[in-house]
């Protein structure tokens, strides 16, 4: 059975920091290209960042140089460093899994983030 399964989302003030993190079982972690992708209300889920095996890292304009995705293969662990927060970063963020070769996809639960003073 295949499990994402996030943490750290939180309540944080116009420029502070948090750091999200997912915890991955079921796959072959190491295969799965992972990324991040956000949902604010009553907009479309979008890409935040994905990370490939090989640790290639690709960025949305709207976050580049503030956030970083990282991974750890041998833990099965992907993580998001969020700095100077905004309150347009407010949305619940996905954990997702996806193997290029299978087209095979998974998603975590969603967390809430909210940047709010």
């Known amino acids: 059975q295949v499990q994402l399964v996030e943490s750290g989302g939180d309540l944080v003030q116009p420029g502070g920091s948090l750091r999200l993190s997912c915890a991955a079982s079921?796959?072959?972690?190491?295969?799965?290209?992972m990324g991040w992708y956000r949902q604010a209300p009553g907009k479309q889920r979008e890409l935040v960042a994905t990370i490939t095996s090989d640790r290639r890292t690709n960025y949305a304009d709207s976050v580049k140089a503030r956030f970083t995705i990282s991974r750890d293969n041998a833990k099965s662990t992907l993580d998001l460093q969020m700095n100077s927060l905004k309150p347009d970063d407010t949305a619940v963020y996905y954990c997702?899994?996806?193997?290029?070769?299978?087209?095979?996809?998974?998603w975590g639960q969603g967390t809430q983030v909210t940047v709010s003073s």
């Open positions: 997702n899994a996806f193997h290029p070769l299978g087209s095979r996809y998974f």
């Open positions: 079921g796959i072959t972690f190491r295969l799965y290209t």
